[in-house]
């Protein structure tokens, strides 16, 4: 994501390299499409390229003003086994 990239090559002033990873890792979550929406109107809010600090400000006050943390993928569940199964599907033909 192009705002993700943006973050990483004009961090905000004050930011700490943990937190402008932080961000990133956030940016690179996978969202649905309105917040995708949230983060593309930030990188337009100044269309000029010597404008990218004041996108990044944009796109972290985005992060804040949602609440957006990092991802964390769930836990695979156990493998099924035969024991687990306890449905038998029965067929009466007539």
Same mark, same amino acid.
Do not use: N, Q
């Given at each position: 994501m192009r705002a993700a990239d943006v973050v990483r090559d004009h961090p905000p002033a004050g930011m700490t390299q943990d937190e402008i990873d932080r961000a990133i890792d956030t940016i690179r979550a996978p969202y649905p499409e309105r917040t995708i929406r949230t983060f593309q109107s930030a990188l337009a809010s100044s269309p000029e390229p010597a404008e990218q600090a004041e996108q990044s400000e944009q796109i972290n006050r985005?992060?804040?003003?949602?609440?957006?943390?990092? %991802?964390? !993928? !769930?836990?695979?569940? !156990?493998?099924?086994? !035969? +024991? +687990?199964? %306890?449905?038998?599907?029965?067929?009466?033909l007539v």
């Open positions: 985005v992060i804040r003003d949602l609440g957006l943390h990092p %991802y964390v !993928p !769930p836990e695979p569940l !156990p493998e099924v086994t !035969p +024991d +687990d199964v %306890y449905c038998v599907t029965w067929l009466a």
